[in-house]
């Protein structure tokens, strides 16, 4: 399975989720953390708080339109595993994000621009299971 190396598109991705994150710190003080976002949407406490979370996550489902209405074309997505893997791998990233106290946006975007030391331990950690998981799915495993 070949990566393809897009640096345009990622680094205007980046930009984006900076950007968009610099917003909300400024605008609500709030980290842009995704999975802390989607969790407060689903266990809202507050209706407040419901009300942007339940913004962003229509906004991040939103996007692709916004990126047909001006090039013309959907963002071509190819994901290589079936609906089964993705739910499983979506459990466990959920699990990750449980047991790390956030996920990489919040952590990696939010918590490494603070010098938050839980942050400077978690994102490494991060790196390292994802560098693990790909040698073992395509070196062990052979997908």
């Known amino acids: 399975m070949e990566t393809v190396f897009t640096p345009f598109a990622s680094f205007g991705g980046g930009l984006a989720i900076g950007f968009g994150a610099v917003l909300l710190m400024l605008g609500l003080g709030r980290i842009f953390g995704a999975t802390g976002i989607m969790s407060g949407a689903l266990f809202f406490e507050n209706r ?42 979506g459990v466990i990233v959920g699990l990750g994000a449980s047991l790390g106290s956030g996920c990489t946006s919040g952590h990696g ?17 991060f790196m390292a299971t994802a560098a693990i998981t790909v040698f073992i799915v395509r070196h062990v495993f052979g997908a």
């Open 48 to 89: 407040d708080e419901l009300s942007w979370r339940l913004a962003l996550i229509a906004g991040m489902i939103l996007a692709p339109l916004a990126i047909f209405a001006v090039t013309g074309t959907m963002p071509a997505v190819n994901v290589p595993v079936s609906p089964a893997m993705i739910a499983i791998g």
């Open 109 to 125: 975007v939010c918590g490494l621009s603070r010098l938050s030391i839980r942050s400077i331990v978690a994102v490494p950690t």
